[in-house]
């Protein structure tokens, strides 16, 4: 009897054992497959908010001038870029990948979501949205979260000689937020309040 007694002792400390050392494993390869999930996700918003700029700047970006672009048909060679336009176009892809808790050293009064508080207005949404949306807003309107670029390019052509055709490659940057605390092993910097952030890039081309 006390054998039996032993061994059932044994049997339960040995499982306890097992659960201890196990469980923390468990627990690491849960957080990392969630900080995997963030920054995927953070990528197909940033590869949205690159193709959401190459759209505006086809419209808003001047052409260049009829010597550098042979066979195109050009408009004033005096036009005035609307950066702006692609900039915040990217932007607003880019708010469902924001952080929602105010996060990011800008504050709850920032002043950066004026742009999307007016676009809210034009569209006869009320005033008073949801807090969540203007941290997101705050977000991806603070200094450096988001940077974009947009430029005109030739595009390759199947045989030489053919026409050169003008395309418009639009790039993102943006400073994914990291959540996860084994995140902050991957991040590239970090808020003014300690939020953990990783560069997220993406480069499309419209024409």
């Given at each position: 009897?006390?054998?039996?007694?032993?061994r059932?002792?044994?049997?339960?400390?040995s499982?306890a054992?097992?659960g201890a050392?196990v469980?923390?494993?468990a627990?690491?390869?849960?957080?990392?497959?969630?900080?995997?999930?963030?920054f995927?996700?953070?990528?197909?918003f940033?590869?949205?908010a690159?193709y959401?700029a190459?759209?505006?700047?086809?419209v808003?970006l001047?052409?260049?001038?009829a010597?550098?672009s042979?066979g195109?048909?050009?408009?004033?060679?005096?036009c005035d870029?609307e950066?702006?336009?692609?900039?915040?176009?990217?932007?607003?892809?880019?708010?469902?990948a924001a952080?929602?808790s105010?996060?990011?050293?800008?504050?709850?009064?920032?002043?950066?979501?004026?742009?999307?508080?007016?676009?809210?207005a034009?569209?006869?949404?009320p005033?008073?949205y949801d807090?969540?949306?203007?941290n997101?807003?705050?977000y991806?309107?603070?200094?450096?979260t988001?940077?974009?670029?947009?430029?005109?390019?030739?595009t390759?052509?199947?045989?030489p000689?053919?026409?050169?055709?003008?395309?418009?490659r639009?790039?993102?940057?943006?400073?994914?937020?990291?959540?996860?605390?084994?995140?902050r092993?991957f991040s590239?910097?970090?808020h003014a309040d300690g939020?953990?952030?990783?560069?997220?890039?993406?480069?499309?081309?419209?024409?």
């Amino acid at each position: 009897m006390r054998s039996n007694s032993f061994r059932l002792k044994w049997r339960a400390g040995s499982v306890a054992l097992e659960g201890a050392l196990v469980l923390p494993v468990a627990l690491l390869l849960f957080a990392a497959a969630a900080q995997y999930h963030a920054f995927a996700s953070a990528r197909v918003f940033t590869e949205q908010a690159a193709y959401a700029a190459a759209q505006s700047a086809l419209v808003y970006l001047c052409p260049e001038p009829a010597e550098r672009s042979p066979g195109a048909v050009l408009g004033a060679l005096d036009c005035d870029d609307e950066a702006e336009r692609w900039r915040n176009a990217a932007r607003w892809a880019l708010v469902p990948a924001a952080p929602s808790s105010g996060q990011g050293g800008f504050g709850s009064d920032c002043d950066a979501s004026a742009p999307g508080s007016d676009a809210l207005a034009a569209a006869g949404l009320p005033g008073s949205y949801d807090p969540a949306l203007r941290n997101r807003l705050c977000y991806v309107h603070g200094a450096g979260t988001v940077e974009v670029e947009a430029v005109w390019i030739d595009t390759p052509t199947a045989r030489p000689g053919d026409p050169v055709f003008r395309a418009v490659r639009a790039t993102v940057r943006f400073q994914a937020p990291i959540t996860a605390p084994i995140g902050r092993l991957f991040s590239d910097g970090q808020h003014a309040d300690g939020l953990p952030w990783a560069w997220s890039t993406a480069e499309v081309v419209l024409s």
